[in-house]
């Protein structure tokens, strides 16, 4: 059974950064592109990022683009998501998913594209 849990939500000032932790059980026997959204309350969830199973592919939404970072370490089973330059509207719950299929060369940033979800980490920024 594929379990997500995403790690290092908070709160933090406008301008500052966090780093987002997925951690993905058999990522490493089992690479699958892998894939950050948020939902603010209110609001429909929104792609964020997403990297290939290899890590050499990866998506960005047009709103984080030049400040976010997605980057993936299989050895340890882990997707980061390096977030800088923060900004109010990002605030919401983050989510990380997982592609249905291994080997996933793809990294494009659709939710129908991911089969398997995490429980989710609150990212709140505010003065």
């Known amino acids: 059974q594929l379990q997500l849990v995403e790690s290092g939500g908070g709160l933090v000032q406008p301008g500052g950064s966090l780093r987002l932790s997925c951690a993905a059980s058999?990522?490493?026997?089992?690479?699958?592109?892998i894939g950050w959204f948020r939902q603010a309350p209110g609001k429909e969830r929104e792609g964020v990022s997403c990297i290939s199973s290899r890590g050499d592919n990866t998506d960005y939404g047009d709103s984080v683009k030049g400040r976010f970072t997605i980057s993936r370490d299989n050895a340890n089973s882990i997707v980061y998501l390096q977030m800088n330059n923060l900004k109010v509207e990002d605030t919401a719950v983050y989510y990380c998913?997982?592609?249905?299929?291994?080997?996933?060369?793809?990294?494009?940033?659709?939710?129908?594209?991911?089969?398997?979800w995490g429980q989710g980490t609150q990212v709140t920024v505010s003065s």
């Open positions: 998913a997982a592609s249905p299929i291994t080997w996933s060369p793809q990294a494009t940033c659709v939710a129908a594209r991911f089969s398997h």
């Open positions: 058999k990522l490493t026997s089992e690479p699958r592109a």
